[in-house]
């Protein structure tokens, strides 16, 4: 079974530009969550899904950020415009839907802004 | 709100060695406990975890056990190898499957 694909898996932009990723979750997961993973911190929450539904997106900075999961499958997370501090790692992961289900994580995709 | 506190690494040992990382929470209600391990240029992947107190969760050596009464999810391992180096991570659901991680603990294992 084919794990979280998440592309591209490295980014370089300048500040101001924009930058989209992509995740491809689990087939049969409902649930998809994108978190945001800073240098020597652990994972943080942006948004998460239910099928196509944002059921959770209290930590997105919505003046820059935005996702979109048409169809409940794939999902993209966008940046506009990017700045310095949105170097990271963000990281896609999903869930089959019941609660307290085992979340499984791509590897990432590592954003350096300049 | 949910937090977690992990020990602060680099933890170094030398192959063969136990192994403790500390995990202590805060949460209200009955959280799940989790931890999850992140090997180089990987993603995170479960280790292990415990849904109600006293459970011990168990995997490729590794032990933790859900102490309510201290709010501790304490990882263990009793012989630690080259190929255990990775960044481990400890976590807590509250409502809605929301992950709540700790900041991460880097154990490098020497020969």
């Known amino acids: 079974e084919a794990g979280v694909v998440q592309s591209p898996r490295y980014k370089i932009i300048e500040k101001k530009q924009p930058v989209a990723f992509w995740c491809n979750p689990i087939s049969g997961h409902n649930t998809l969550y994108w978190y945001l993973q800073n240098l020597g911190q652990g994972p943080e929450l942006l948004i998460r899904?239910?099928?196509?539904?944002?059921?959770?997106d209290s930590q997105l900075p919505k003046d820059r950020f935005s996702a979109e999961r048409l169809k409940g499958v794939d999902s993209t997370l966008k940046i506009q415009p990017a700045e310095l501090g949105d170097s990271a790692v963000y990281l896609c992961a999903s869930s089959q839907r019941d609660w307290a289900n085992e979340q499984f994580f791509g590897p990432g995709t590592r954003l350096t802004v300049l | 709100g949910n937090s977690v506190t992990q020990m602060e690494g680099p933890v170094t040992l030398s192959e063969e060695a136990f192994l403790t990382i500390n995990c202590t929470y805060t949460?209200?209600?009955?959280?799940?406990l989790f931890w999850y391990v992140q090997y180089p240029g990987e993603g995170l992947q479960l280790l292990l975890k415990?849904?109600?107190?006293?459970d011990k969760g168990s995997n490729k050596g590794f032990e933790a056990t859900y102490r309510k009464e201290t709010t501790s999810f304490h990882l263990e391992k009793g012989s630690v190898q080259v190929s255990d180096s990775a960044v481990y991570f400890c976590a807590l659901t509250g409502g809605g499957n929301k992950l709540t991680f700790g900041t991460g603990t880097q154990l490098k294992v020497e020969l």
């Open positions: 899904y239910e099928n196509e539904e944002a059921v959770d």
């Open positions: 949460a209200t209600g009955y959280p799940s």
């Open positions: 415990a849904t109600k107190a006293d």
